[in-house]
Antibody, heavy 124, light 110 residues
Framework: QVQLVQSGAEVKKPGASVKVSCKAS????????MSWVRQAPGQGLEWMGW????????KYAQNFQGRVTLTTDTSTSTAHMELRGLRYDDTAVYFC?????????????????WGQGTLVTVSS | QSALTQPASVSGSPGQSITISCTGT?????????VSWYQQHPGKAPKVMIF???NRPSGVSNRFSGSKSGNTASLTISGLQAEDEADYYC??????????FGGGTKLTVL
């Protein structure tokens, strides 16, 4: 079955960087993209960005531009999200979600499935 | 990009129908047929219930349906069941190529 398994929880100090991984299985990795979404404690969902696993195209939400980098490793079917310059309000659960978008144009808006989430805590 | 507007909460009794709205602009909801809806139970990852305004993924109950009029999309749940109690989020594609979520709606089954 299609599955996304994320790396474990992280605790980081303000100003540090964090890299979260998302290993895909059960489908052809390069036939899909991957979106990343975060959820602060008790808050709603916030879309961070998308990467095409086919050609590496990326699109980032304005709130994260310059601070986040999405990458993929096709040899291991793994997507990565790196967030730099961590602040206290970056404390959140970070999700990866399979995204049918491969190119700049969207053909379908559906995130399915989602990873289990990775809690990133920013604390001094 | 501003978040889409959803009511903070809705409620209904078992067997009833409820509708959750999701209001955006002509640059997102109104401009594209790319609105999806997600259900999230506490402590769990979200699950897609509707994509591209009105399409239901396989395995999702036909009690869930979606529609759109102008800049507002809607999710309707008919025959409410206790297991439908959850948070619901809409998500739209936008003219700048990014996606944006709504603020979320807490559904309470009375």
């Amino acid at each position: 079955q299609v599955q996304l398994v994320q790396s474990g929880a992280e605790v980081k100090k303000p100003g540090a960087s964090v890299k979260v991984s998302c290993k895909a299985s059960g489908y052809t990795f390069i036939s899909y993209g991957m979106s990343w979404v975060r959820q602060a404690p008790g808050q709603g969902l916030e879309w961070m960005g998308w990467i095409s696993a086919y050609n590496g195209y990326t699109k980032y939400a304005q709130n994260f531009q310059g601070r986040v980098t999405l990458t993929t490793d096709t040899s291991t079917s793994t997507a990565h999200m790196e967030l730099r310059g961590l602040r206290y309000d970056d404390t959140a659960v970070y999700f990866c979600a399979r995204d049918p978008r491969l190119y700049d144009i969207l053909t379908e808006n559906r995130f399915d499935p989602w990873g289990q989430g990775t809690l990133v805590t920013v604390s001094s | 990009q501003s978040a889409l507007t959803q009511p903070a909460s809705v409620s209904g009794s078992p067997g009833q129908s409820i509708t959750i709205s999701c209001t955006g602009t002509s640059s997102d909801v109104g401009g594209y047929n790319y609105v999806s809806w997600y259900q999230q139970h506490p402590g769990k990852a979200p699950k897609v219930m509707i994509f591209d305004v009105s399409n239901r993924p396989s395995g999702v109950s036909n009690r869930f349906s979606g529609s759109k009029s102008g800049n507002t999309a809607s999710l309707t749940i008919s025959g409410l069941q206790a297991e439908d109690e959850a948070d619901y989020y809409c998500c739209s594609y936008t003219s700048t190529g990014v996606r944006v979520f709504g603020g979320g709606t807490k559904l309470t089954v009375l």
